[in-house]
């Protein structure tokens, strides 16, 4: 668990992964491709944080929808996403009104929808959603999914 190496900080954490942020060169060979690059690892704690991070990896994949920050890579079979670090320190309403607009363009908006600030960051100036696994639940678009 990243938790336990000396080379990654804790950023977050919800119920079913962390994020973390690589603070030295002394990260394990699977990261080795991201050493000193602005990303964040999201760890999952378990199943259900694999099966979160593969819907999202999967969401991103196929839609690359802009209200949603992009997954570079996802690793260790779904145990780790790769996404670029984002500014989490300046959303205001505003952004969160801007991203649910987005949202409910392809999207609705229901009572598994978790779109608030804390959820949100601006990637390349834009507010997008960090944290989307919910979207399984509220993507008008997509047929069942099963991973």
């Keep these: 668990m990243l ?3 000396n080379c990654f900080s804790k950023i977050g954490s919800g119920s079913t992964r962390s994020a973390y942020i690589c603070v030295n060169n002394n990260a394990p060979n699977i990261f080795s491709d991201w050493i000193n ?3 964040v690892i999201k760890e999952a704690k378990s199943e259900r944080g694999v099966r979160a991070n593969k819907f999202e990896y999967k969401i991103w994949s196929n839609n690359k929808f802009n209200f949603l920050c992009p997954i570079l890579t996802i690793l260790n079979e779904g145990e780790y996403i790769i996404m670029p670090k984002v500014n989490t320190t300046k959303i205001t309403e505003y952004h969160v009104s ?3 607009s987005e949202y409910r363009k392809y999207c609705y908006l229901s009572i598994h929808s978790d779109i608030k600030k804390k959820n ?3 990637y390349k100036g834009k507010p997008v959603l ?3 696994p919910f979207i399984e639940q509220d ?3 997509f047929d069942a999914i099963h991973l």
């Design 130 to 132: 960090i944290d989307y």
């Design 139 to 141: 993507y008008a678009g």
């Design 120 to 122: 949100i960051g601006l």
């Design 37 to 39: 690059k602005d990303i």
């Design 98 to 100: 801007k991203v649910v």
């Design 3 to 5: 938790k336990d190496m």
